[in-house]
């Protein structure tokens, strides 16, 4: 079964905007990732964050993580239109052995508009 | 960061046939690989955790003899879809971690296979 819950499903703003993205999740991790997947292609890892962390950056995007609540949130600053896709969260848990098997989020679907 | 490719990129099947998709990691050796599927508007389903030289570690609720997976080297797992039926079409996507690298954790993902079973 999925793991983690992300709102919206579906965003839509325009260019320059910001966008978050929020995912919940449901057991204890040891990391936390995002990824982007464009319409019918592979997937593309953004970031990690791991549980001892509470934010990180990256260019354009920041990522926040609360263990308590066990929420992430993915913001992405000055949007432009190639940001355009689906971004998903995906957590490690702890429970998997160390295997480092992630388990998806059911995404957020982001339009940009120019 | 580590490349992992596919192959194919897509395939149609009669329904009944099998079919077979490779994952290589091209400049990395992983000990592990995951296969997942995706349906269409969907996120990710992880259908199993592929390990070099050893049985593969399948999802509840996945078939084990429908989807056989072979990890028989340190770059390369196979997935065959036995017997597909039209149910069977969708995005076959598989990752692969990198232990060599100092950051850990990260998936590089395949670019994905499209099965499509008539």
């Known amino acids: 079964s999925q793991q983690g819950e992300e709102d919206p499903q579906a965003l839509s703003i325009q260019e320059g905007e910001n966008a978050t993205m929020n995912c919940s999740y449901k057991?204890?991790?040891?990391?936390l990732q995002w990824y982007r997947q464009n319409s019918g292609r592979g997937l593309v890892h953004l970031i990690l964050i791991r549980s001892n962390e509470r934010e990180k950056h990256s260019g354009r995007l920041r990522v926040t993580l609360d263990t308590s609540k066990k929420s992430s949130s993915l913001l992405i600053t000055a949007s432009r239109a190639a940001d355009t896709a689906s971004y998903f969260c995906?957590?490690?848990?702890?429970?998997?052995?160390?295997?480092?098997?992630?388990?998806f989020g059911q995404g957020t679907t982001l339009q940009v508009k120019p | 960061g580590a490349v992992v490719s596919q192959h194919p990129s897509w395939v149609i099947c009669k329904s009944g046939t099998s079919v077979k998709i490779e994952c290589r990691s091209l400049d990395f050796q992983a000990t592990t690989m995951f296969w997942y599927r995706q349906f269409p508007k969907q996120s990710l389903m992880l259908m199993a955790t592929s390990n070099e030289g050893s049985k593969a570690t399948y999802e509840q609720g996945v078939e084990k003899d429908k989807f056989l997976i072979n990890h028989a080297s340190l770059t390369l797992s196979t997935l065959t879809v036995t017997s597909a039926h039209p149910e069977d079409s969708s995005f076959y996507i598989c990752?692969?971690?990198?232990?060599?690298?100092?950051?850990?954790?990260?998936?590089?993902f395949g670019p994905g296979t499209r099965l499509t079973v008539l």
């Open positions: 057991t204890s991790i040891n990391n």
């Open positions: 995906a957590t490690d848990a702890t429970g998997s052995g160390n295997t480092g098997k992630l388990i």
């Open positions: 990752s692969a971690r990198d232990p060599g690298l100092a950051r850990g954790g990260e998936q590089f």
